[in-house]
């Protein structure tokens, strides 16, 4: 292969931007793996903290209605997320078993960006509806191609325990960088005076962007041509296996609990810092004090995680999330303004940090548990069960968020009433709170460590003499 050829599947682990199956990966092949990363954050962020106000205040979406859109995409990916799973571990191409996969998602991930935020002005009440919900399906859909297989081949990068660790570590703070980003576009669009305006110049960038970066980190990166035909098993034991792996149905488990609370904070920051806190101004302000350390302390928490373990760092990393989360509730008192929001979003977002250095590795090391117990590779299968997962709590929440919102009587562009303002407070802070000290408590019965790992690495070896 000459150095500028498109890369196929690897058919050993030497490449020109560096090898895969190793214990030290070079640093040009992390930043090649993460940069779509930085681009999907842009409006990742955007998607997560203002797509539910940017519809009921400004596309005058009925909370509930907008809830309940995004809530039927999230489930759709019930179905979508464990076929691409199992159809990724599956493919066999002269691109590999994922990279064919990301490559067909570049353009549908783009379109759906941009169908999202600029819905066209002339619609009325149900047309803008059925918009969304299509724009939505295609957008959850294609970013389902992206997600799963890409999170998949990030496990094949390498098999080494603390590398891991550094891997997803720096496509952490890599996809921090597109966050501060996204923070950027947030401040604009609060500046903007015509704000649908803005979100389709936005959008329109975003998207062609993030298809331009999608096709061009896919074309350098390597596949491993060994891992190709190792599942071989049928959907529904491939999706069984995870269920009877025991180290990954317990961090399913504290997953949902963990994300659930979770997804209703950074929806919730738009209304918190308009609506209860006098502090609209300051909103982006309090978002990167939750941003910056994720980004600045990820060379630390790679290096007290090889220290302390990983376990021990995402453990530490809950129940600081718990505790400060369940305090704000305490201490900021809506109508008035609060310093302490700064101090305490900049300590969520230590904790949090820590979370997404250790979290990822981890997942990557009971895949390996799985092949030593079923002989089979389904990298694609566990990253379809983590975003499900994922999304399918998050819409919970944000369901649940949107009826919160519509019964306890907000009223979009308003002052809110007192009940509002602590419904909103509460949903903001003891639901997270509370839904991470269950998560840690769950957390505490893991028990695959390094030692375990190592053996079973050893094992995996042996197979293949």
């Not at 560096?18 to 955007?46: F, H, K, M």
């Not at 109508?335 to 302490?340: A, I, K, P, Q, T």
């Not at 991470?436 to 028990?447: D, K, T």
């Amino acid at each position: 292969m000459s150095e500028r050829a498109a890369p196929t599947v690897a058919t050993t682990t030497d490449h020109p931007i560096g090898e895969i199956g190793v214990d030290r990966l070079n640093t040009r092949l992390i930043w090649a793996y993460a940069a779509p990363r930085t681009g999907i954050s842009i409006l990742g962020l955007l998607f997560t903290t203002y797509l539910l106000k940017f519809s009921t205040d400004v596309l005058l979406i009925a909370p509930a209605a907008m809830g309940t859109l995004i809530a039927v995409s999230r489930f759709w990916d019930a179905i979508s997320d464990p076929m691409v799973g199992y159809l990724s571990d599956n493919t066999n191409s002269r691109f590999g078993r994922r990279r064919i996969w990301l490559y067909g998602a570049a353009l549908p991930t783009a379109i759906g960006m941009i169908m999202i935020w600029s819905p066209p002005t002339n619609l009325d009440a149900v047309q803008m509806i059925i918009w969304m919900a299509v724009a939505l399906i295609m957008y959850e859909t294609a970013s389902t191609c992206f997600f799963v297989p890409h999170g998949a081949l990030g496990v094949e990068l390498t098999p080494n325990y603390h590398e891991r660790t550094r891997l997803f570590g720096y496509v952490h703070m890599i996809s921090a960088s597109g966050l501060i980003l996204g923070l950027i576009a947030l401040q604009l669009m609060n500046m903007s005076e015509d704000k649908r305006t803005f979100a389709t110049y936005l959008s329109v960038f975003a998207g062609v962007t993030v298809g331009s970066l999608i096709l061009w980190t896919t074309w350098l990166l390597p596949e491993r041509q060994d891992f190709q035909g190792r599942d071989g098993a049928s959907i529904f034991k491939s999706f069984g296996d995870i269920l009877r792996n025991k180290h990954a149905a317990l961090l399913l488990m504290m997953y949902f609990i963990e994300t659930f609370g979770v997804s209703s904070v950074l929806v919730l920051v738009p209304y918190l810092t308009e609506y209860v806190l006098p502090m609209k101004e300051y909103m982006v302000v309090v978002m990167l004090c939750y941003v910056i350390p994720q980004f600045a302390f990820t060379p630390f928490f790679i290096a007290l995680s090889k220290r302390i373990g990983k376990k021990a760092l995402w453990a530490i990393a809950m129940w600081g999330l718990a505790v400060t989360f369940i305090a704000a509730f305490f201490f900021l008192i809506p109508g008035e303004f609060s310093y302490l929001i700064f101090p305490g979003t900049f300590m969520l977002g230590i904790a949090a940090g820590a979370a997404a250095v250790a979290g990822p590795a981890i997942k990557a090391d009971i895949i390996d548990y799985d092949e030593y117990l079923t002989h089979e590779r389904k990298e694609g299968a566990y990253y379809a069960a983590w975003n499900l997962i994922r999304k399918t709590s998050a819409s919970l929440a944000i369901f649940a968020t949107g009826l919160a919102l519509q019964f306890s009587g907000f009223a979009p562009n308003e002052a809110q009433s007192a009940e509002t303002q602590v419904a909103i407070l509460a949903l903001f802070s003891l639901l997270p709170g509370f839904c991470y000290v269950i998560g840690a408590m769950i957390f505490m019965r893991f028990s695959f460590n390094e030692a375990e790992h190592s053996e079973v690495r050893e094992a995996l070896e042996a197979r293949k003499q």
